[in-house]
C-alpha cells in the first residue's frame, strides 16, 4: 500500500505562489506517474497537472497551464506543484495521486492523499 501525504496549502492573496508537496511512502513501486487533482466546494474533484515517472512528460489542465508547474523528486519519493499566478478560483482541497506507470496519465489513479486546503483571497 501506498501513502500520500500532501503538505503546503494555506491562504494567499490573489496574485501570490504556493508551493505544494506530497511525500509517497510505504510500499512504493517503480516506475509510477503522479498527478494533482482538486476540489472546490460544491464541485467535483477535477484534474490540475499529470507528471510521468521520468519527469519528461507533463499535462495541465487548461485553467492552470502557464501558471503552475509540476515536478518530481524521485530520490526523495517527492511530487511539487508549483502555483504562480494564483487567482481565487484556485480555492480547493488539492490532492495529489500516483497510479503505475512511466507514462503521463490524466486518470486511472489508484493511490490518493488527504488533501490539502489552498485558499485564494480576493
Known amino acids: 500500500q501506498v501513502q500520500l501525504a500532501e503538505s503546503g496549502g494555506g491562504l494567499v492573496q490573489a496574485g501570490g505562489s504556493l508551493r505544494l508537496s506530497c511525500v509517497a511512502s510505504g510500499r512504493t513501486f517503480s516506475p509510477y506517474a503522479m498527478g494533482w487533482f482538486r476540489q472546490a466546494p460544491g464541485k467535483e474533484r477535477e484534474f490540475v497537472a499529470a507528471l510521468s515517472w521520468s519527469g519528461g512528460s507533463t499535462r495541465y489542465a487548461d485553467s492552470v497551464k502557464g501558471r503552475f508547474t509540476i515536478s518530481r523528486d524521485n530520490a526523495k519519493n517527492t511530487l511539487y506543484l508549483r502555483m504562480n499566478s494564483l487567482i481565487p478560483e484556485d480555492t480547493a482541497v488539492y490532492y495529489c495521486?500516483?497510479?503505475?506507470?512511466?507514462?503521463?496519465?490524466?486518470?486511472?489513479?489508484?493511490?490518493w492523499g488527504q488533501g490539502t486546503q489552498v485558499t485564494v483571497s480576493s
Open positions: 495521486a500516483a497510479r503505475g506507470g512511466p507514462h503521463v496519465y490524466t486518470d486511472g489513479y489508484d493511490y
